[in-house]
């Protein structure tokens, strides 16, 4: 069975940091580009980064350009999203999805699977 499970979330003050993880069961990354997302209630699931599936090209949205970092383990079967300088909107539950294709893509759609999610909390 094909799995992302993600984990790293929690509560963190503002300007405090984060390291998201995805790791892969059933399958491994290594053919597929690895997006990250994120939710805020009442909002619709965005696109923050993406990851080829070589690690060669990484992708960022403007609100995290800067902040974030995306980067694979291939030993490990596992995606990390590294999250410096938080703000509170930034409080979302992030997640986690594969394409097996190559290159990034930034539409929910364009990608087969999905972990479950990971609430991140920013907040003094």
């Known amino acids: 069975q094909l799995q992302l499970v993600e984990s790293g979330g929690g509560l963190v003050q503002p300007g405090g940091s984060l390291r998201l993880s995805c790791a892969a069961s059933g399958f491994t990354l290594d053919s597929y580009a690895i997006g990250w997302f994120r939710q805020a209630p009442g909002k619709e699931r965005k696109g923050l980064s993406c990851?080829?599936?070589?690690?060669?090209?990484?992708n960022y949205a403007d609100s995290v350009k800067g902040r974030f970092t995306i980067s694979r383990d291939s030993a490990k079967n596992t995606v990390y999203l590294q999250m410096n300088s938080l703000k509170p909107e930034d409080t979302a539950v992030y997640y986690c999805?594969?394409?097996?294709?190559?290159?990034?893509?930034?539409?929910?759609?364009?990608?087969?699977?999905w972990g479950q999610g990971t609430q991140v909390t920013v907040s003094s």
């Open positions: 990851i080829s599936s070589s690690g060669g090209s990484t």
């Open positions: 999805a594969a394409r097996w294709q190559a290159m990034c893509a930034w539409r929910n759609n364009e990608y087969a699977y």
